[in-house]
Each structure stands twice: as structure tokens, then as C-alpha cells.
């Protein structure tokens, strides 16, 4: 087996393997296998029961004899047939046992009439010349059976004692109960099923030991999805095109004007990008700035180190040389109902049948027609009748209903979302719900929490109403938006790749008009490039209270 594995890493069919050793000895086998940095083990595993006798398999023919014909079983077709031959056994075996206990009890019901007539039964039979005559009178007298009359006959009179009269009178109580938990046996299946599952279990207390041998599923037919622990992930891409995943509880909740905690080392040209939150089990779509998609599963994005800057995403999907990641749509599975609603950095916006990216090509597909100078910026999901919400980044924005935007094929360019100055750009779109708000952040770290409901419905491609307060020379332009309930944990990322989580109740909710509060310590060259939301760190851990930190009261300017 080890020579086999050997060959495998040689022929570079298996790919993940840095070290093979063998350290059996007398006590047994011991086959140590090193993998490469950020290598998923569950894969390698899988390939190596699939390639190798680390795993062996042998067919089994079930033949068997079924209402008198030769068949050839699987293993639930035998179960089933075992279960049904069980349930007439139980049926059968209970018919006994009721019949029998209604016999006793018709005897001992004799028994008992005659002992509470104990001295007219004893004149009765006194009086008669043979035992038939004194069967026979008895029967007459007390509308009892032969056999009832018979067992008076034949009962010894040490039975007349009152001890023993309290003990035919039990005896016929509890046959009465008996006789009726069994005919309820017989009258509901369920109640045989019953039986069947308590008396294996009986069988397996009694007579179990370990089981010598494994039933588990062929290489072939493991899924290695289900081999993955399912849980949120902290999914960062910088733009010099390296991705990774962490698990979101990596990091604890700070408060608002924190220093943050390194999340990612990128080279000194490169700066963190995106980032974004995904159940590893879920379904990843990569929309590009060519307006071209791709997908994967979470999983298939490399973990790494909090430090680690991760692996060239080219590694896991064919990109174009001109084409970057735009946006990420994690999705759970491609439901007839949902949308998908895109948005370009000149305010065109495009709604599209989820369905429609269901069959994702290894070079890509078509997701949206983007004109020349023009790029994709933001994609949402939607199930229809909600409202979009666009954000330029010189702190505008719009909010029209989704229905202003007809479903238009997975090729098609789109219509005008928001008419803009020709220097601004849109830099967000979100799905706004009535009772969250918006959180809207600048380059510089500041940043505030409004209302959905202070931006008012308008029609699409209007020019919109103010947003952020944009002060020159202190909180720069508008780096991001984001929609929250209030219930989750805000993270914020630098281009140095530093990454602080607050709660969502320190960003101060305030008029959509304001600059907002610092939420983040820069430095003088830093920026603020990727903000998202996570569910609620529970643990009470908090950092960096100093006074400094405190941001001072944000100012109120008038409405547009």
C-alpha cells in the first residue's frame, strides 16, 4: 500500500501528499501521511481509498427463496422482507397468546360464580346422582358453560379458602388486562412495530458484542460534502488576486475606534478587496468586472492562517487577463423564484433569474453586457417585490422598487439605475427591508447607521438624495454600504489588511445626511476597503477603551 501511495505522489495523481512514512512495528500498523499547507485531508482521503488497498471491497449476491421463487435481494428489500416475516410471526404468536388467556379467562369467570354462590352450588351438586347430572344442573342453574361447569367439578376444595378466592379473582383481573394489551397489539400496526423494535433490542442487550466489521458508504459513493463540517466563514480576496477562507469566530468583538487585528499579510503592492460571509456547504458565485461568472463551494476556497495571504484565485477558476473579482454572491441551492439583480459602476442595473447561472462553464459565463469603460460593481439575490438601493461614492443615493426592473435574460445589458455626476460612481447596491438600516462607511474609517426608512421610494434612474455628508480633506469618499438588523456584529477591513468587529449598536444610528463617527484608527496611508456583517459574538471580550478612541459628536447638517 505504501509503495502504491508512493507511485500515486510520483505520477502526481495525487497532489496534496509532502511526506509518507512507515512506523509499524509489533503492535500494529502505523502509516503516517504529511499533507501540504492548506490541504483539505477529507479530498486526499478520499482519493487514497479510491486509488489504494487502504480500502477494500467485495461483492455479496443475496440470493433467496421468496413465496416459493428464487430472487435476488438488495439490502433494504432483505430488511423489508425480514420486518414483514417478523410482523406475522408477532401476529401469529399474539393470536396464540390472547386465545389462550381468554380460555383461562372464561375458566376462572366460572370459578368465580360459583364461589360467590359457594353453598347453592354445593347443594347442587349433592343433589346429583353422577358428575354429568351435576354438570348439567350446573350449567342450568348459573348459565355456565360445560367447560366452566367441568372446572367447578374438578376444583379442590382447599380453593374455598379466602386466600385463595383473592387469588382467582387477581388472576382474572390481570388476564382481562393482558387479554386487552394484546388485542390492541393486534389491532394497530404500529403497536407491532412496536414490539419488533423492543424485543431486537432485548436480543442486542442479551447477546450484542462490538461489531467486528464496518458498513460504510463505497469511495464511490462518498460525498465529500458531507465529510465537511458545516459553519460561517470569513471569506477575504485582495487585489492581487489571492483568496482564502477563515471560520468567522476567529475574530472578537471590539469596540467602535479599535485598533483592529491583522486578518490577512498581503504583499506591499497588494491590498485587501473583499470580504465576505458563506456557510462552507454554500454555493459561491463569482461575478467579474468583464461582467462574466463563475462558481465554487466555499469549501473549495483554500483555509488558511489569520496571517496567511492566501492562493492565487486563478488557481481555482479560469479568469480572463483583464478580468477581477467584482462581487460574491453566496448562495444555498438555485430555487425558481429568486432574482438576481446586478449593478455597474455606471449605475446600470440588470435582474435575472437565479436559475439562469445554474450550469456554470469552466471558462465562465455570460452574467451581464457590460459597455466599453463601464464594469460590474455589486450583485444581490432577491425573491421578488422588494426595493433596490443604489450608493454612489460621492455619498448620493437611490431607492426605487424592483419592479421598475423587468427580468431580462442572463445576456441582456440592463437599464439606468441612477443618473450621476460624470466624475461619481456607484460603489454599492443593496436590498433594503423596512426596520433595518444602512450602514455607510467613508475611505478614512468613518462612518454611521441610518434608517431604510429615511430614504425615501423614488423612480428609477432619478438622481437620488444625499446619503453621506462628504467632508473634504477628513473622511474621504464613500468606500462601502451595508444593510443590518441590528442583531449581528459589523466587520471593517483595511487596505493593509486589518480587520476590526464591533457590534452594530456602536455604529451611532443618525440622519442619513451626517459624516458619521470614526469606527476605525487609520493610519495616515491606510484606507477603508471591505465591510460585512456576522452573526453576534456572544463571548465578553472587548478591547482598546481608551479614551482616545472615543469619537467626538457628530454633527447634524440641514436636509438636502
Known sequence: ???????????????GISDLRDESDREGIRVVIDLKRDENSSVILNQLYKHTQMESTFGIIMLAIENGQPYVFNLIEVLKSFIEFRKIVIVRRTTFEVNKARERAHILEGLIIALNNIDEVVAVIKASKSPQEAAASLCSRFSLTEIQARAILDMRLQRLTGLEQDKIKEEFDALLKEIERLQGILDDP????EVIIKETEEIIERYGDERRTEIVASSEDINIEDMIAEEDMVVTYSQGGYIKRNPSSLYRTQRRGGRGKVGMMTKEEDVVERLFIASTHDYVLIFTNAGRLYWLKVYQIPQAGRMAKGKPIVNLINLGPDERVAAVLPVRSFEEGQ???????????????????????????????????????????????????????KGKAIRFHEDDIRSMGRTARGVRGISMDEDDVVIGMDIPREGNAIITVSEKGYGKRTAVSEYRLQSRGGKGTINLRIVPNKGGLVAGILQVTGEEDLLLMSNSGKIIRMKIEDVPLIHR?????????????????GMTSAERDTREEEENVSDENEPADPVFPEED
Open 1 to 15: 500500500m505504501i509503495e502504491k501511495i508512493s507511485e500515486l505522489v510520483k505520477d502526481k495523481r495525487i497532489t
Open 190 to 193: 404500529r403497536k407491532v412495530l
Open 339 to 393: 432574482a438576481v439583480i446586478m449593478a455597474t459602476r455606471a449605475g446600470i442595473v440588470k435582474k435575472t433569474d437565479l436559475s439562469a447561472y445554474s450550469n456554470p462553464r469552466s471558462g465562465g459565463i455570460i452574467a451581464v453586457t457590460i459597455d466599453e469603460g463601464d464594469e460590474l460593481v455589486d450583485v444581490k439575490l432577491t425573491a421578488g417585490g422588494q426595493d433596490v438601493f443604489l450608493a454612489t461614492r
Open 513 to 529: 445626511t451626517t459624516q458619521g463617527v470614526k469606527l476605525i484608527e487609520l493610519d495616515a496611508e491606510e484606507q477603508l476597503v
